[in-house]
């Protein structure tokens, strides 16, 4: 069956999201930020390729969180398929701190503050 025929699309359609979704995370990590050329991560034991600290290391968490001024969606999908990723490749490490080392040190979006009053100029 073709990528092109429609029965092939069809039962693409027909899986649930979560499996595509999950499929496309499990290949993501192989694909980094275009400008991510240094302090890439080592898989599966999630080191850095350059100083060996768990990865991302400071310097690969400094030049994200640049990239995450003007691309914070990418960088954060692209952050967790690595995590999805160290979940399998790390299965003695607690998925807290994975989380963590790989998520939680995004600089977090304020929410709006805005009332319904400020929001339509009453």
Do not use: I
């Amino acid at each position: 069956m073709s990528h092109h025929d429609p029965q092939h699309k069809a039962a693409k359609a027909a899986e649930p999201l979560s499996e595509r979704l999950l499929e496309r995370l499990r290949r993501a990590p192989r694909v980094v930020l275009p400008t991510l050329r240094h302090h890439l991560p080592v898989v599966p034991d999630w080191r850095c390729r350059d100083c060996a600290q768990p990865w991302p290391c400071p310097s690969s968490q400094d030049h994200l969180r640049h990239e995450h001024l003007t691309a914070p969606a990418t960088v954060f999908q692209y952050l967790a398929a690595c995590y999805t990723r160290a979940l399998t490749d790390l299965p003695a490490a607690a998925g807290s701190t994975l989380h963590e080392r790989f998520l939680g040190w995004l600089p977090r979006r304020q929410p709006h503050n805005r009332t319904p009053e400020r929001r339509y100029g009453q």
